[in-house]
């Protein structure tokens, strides 16, 4: 071998053992993969090409001078998942504990620039210690750098992180400003200020986990879309939900092929609907019978169960899907449902995915604690970013779509472009028993009589023939068609055509 291969031989040898076998034993130990250990996991065999391996710091304080490990504690570079093109990069943290330097942080950005010039999506995978101590403000300098970044390439190309390991301090507004978060439980968590400095602050005990692991994220503070198990499950989710993403906002969604016939009938949706109007059925059942191979991506699935997103097929296009779920406080909207959905919806108009909305809701919450946490400006971003998405809207009532809510629910009034209800569906301003209860105040205390004011109620509006006399609704269809019905209309809308006017942004109630 001549000498100069030799060398890049060993040049390579020493910057892939990153801060050597003892931490990555510890790593190891731990339950964790390495960085370039997640890498190949996340991308197709062989496909990963890395960028500046040697890059080092250029800090001389704290005697660092004198301990410099080549990459300086992040893995960056490109690959491919499933064929398409996909940025990374991954925080080792064998390497001074994974902390950004400005250095670091360069890499970071190269790679950043390289995804939004090239239009491909950008991954990151989270494991370190936040701003490097030693470095100062040369690290705050990188953070911003890396968060403008990710604030131009929102709307662009999907950005995914993956919290694998701490995740606190600068580290955490990188994530915060990407599309969907990730954390593997008991391993991860996140949070701006750790526990002892809690502690000191506010004098609560808290350990990191209770803090800011991947429970509290995804079922409290809603910061994170879902968790799993170990580092292996998250990355070979991480496969299975690029799959469903566009590479960016004009390339348009992918599409993989499928046996599933676009015609199939299910004829158990037919009893879907329990005779009690107030009994729970699974809008799961619902959405695994109609899309492609059952194949649904959930996203925030442990919070605001009352709604359900995420990501499925038909006829192997990508849809988004937003559902409200009658098994959870009978599908309700509140703020935390209504903030769920807005997001998905935003993101699948950004990235022209079409949306299709499953229909069964009573209402917004009432009470003080909703109309006092903002109820009214959580409900009204749902409304908005149903009502500027310009993408394909296809809307199913299934049975309720009382009040404000049927309006918010992707209704023809808010350019709904086919929507449709079941037989069973119940277009009102609110239930039979609440309106007579108004209306009829005077003879409530003659109990035969509001029973018939409530049947008489019923009849007139408990049912979708009211909605479709008027337009609002396009065909009353037989639930067992619902498949097929989806997947015309999603044909017949593949060119949709509609631009909303000119502004420099749009001013969405945050
Ligand atoms: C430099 C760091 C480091 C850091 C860890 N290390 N964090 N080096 N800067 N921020 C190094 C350690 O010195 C150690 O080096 C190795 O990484 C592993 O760290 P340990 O502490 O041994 O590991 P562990 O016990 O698992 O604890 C992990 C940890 C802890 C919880 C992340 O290291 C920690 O609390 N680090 C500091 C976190 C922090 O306060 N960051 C600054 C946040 S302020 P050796 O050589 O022994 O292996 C911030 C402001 C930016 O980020 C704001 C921008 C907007």
Redesign the pocket.
Known sequence: MKPVIAELEQRRANARLG?GQK?IDAQHA?GKLTARERIDLLMDEGSFEEFDMYVEHRCTEFGMEK?KISGDGVVTGWGTINGRVVYVFAKD??V?????SETHARKITKIQDMALKNRAPIVGLFD???????EGVD??GG??EV?QRNVMSSGVIPQISVIMG?C????V?SPAMTDFIFMVRDTSYMFVT?PDVVKTVTNETVT?EELGGAKVHTSKSSVADRAYDNDVEALLQMRRLMDFLPSNNTDGVPVLPTMDLADRVETSLDTLIPDNPNTPYDMHELIGKVVDEGDFYEIQDAFAKNILTGFARMEGHTIGIVANQPMVLAGVLDSDASRKAARFVRFCDCFDIPIVTFVDVPGFLPGTAQEYGGLIKHGAKLLFAYAEATVPKVTVITRKAYGGAYDVMSSKHIRGDVNYAWPTAEIAVMGAKGAVEIIYRSELGEPEKIAGRIKDYETRFANPFVAAERGYIDEVILPRMTRKRICRALNMLRNKTLENPWKKHDNIPL
């Open positions: 801060g931490r731990r301990s943290f064998t001074f504990g994974g902390s950004l370190a210690g936040g701003a490097r101590i030693q690290a705050l953070y911003g968060f701490p606190a301090g600068g580290d507004y750790g990191a």
